[in-house]
């Protein structure tokens, strides 16, 4: 039974963490809206986090053991992050002035 469970939710846990750098890259990448980038990773990491522990939930200890548990807190830990930074408004300011302009005239 585990294993079907596992056979099932790592495959979709894989695609889940794939998107998630996708979403960190594009954060990197683009300067424009970032707060909106920001909010939409910090819901995606927030569901991911639910995810994760129903699958964890579902495993027998044997099978989940600590490397989801590692999983779980490195995830909360920064999507706490974000969510502090995005609060005090860092990311609004996070490019200088000129680069924000020049990037926006292009």
Request: charged fraction near 30%; hydrophobic fraction near 40%; proline fraction near 2%.
């Amino acid at each position: 039974m585990a294993e079907a469970i596992v056979g099932i939710l790592i495959p979709q846990l894989a695609t889940h963490v794939q998107q998630l750098v996708v979403y960190l890259m594009a954060v990197r990448e683009i300067k424009k809206h970032n707060n909106i980038i920001v909010e939409e990773i910090t819901n995606f990491a927030d569901s991911l986090q639910t995810n994760l522990r129903l699958v964890k939930s579902k495993l027998p200890e044997e099978v989940s053991g600590k490397a989801l548990d590692s999983l779980l807190t490195e995830l909360k830990k920064g999507n706490e992050h974000m969510k502090e930074c995005l609060d005090k408004g860092k990311f609004k300011h996070y490019w200088s002035d000129k680069e924000t302009k020049s990037s926006l005239n292009r």
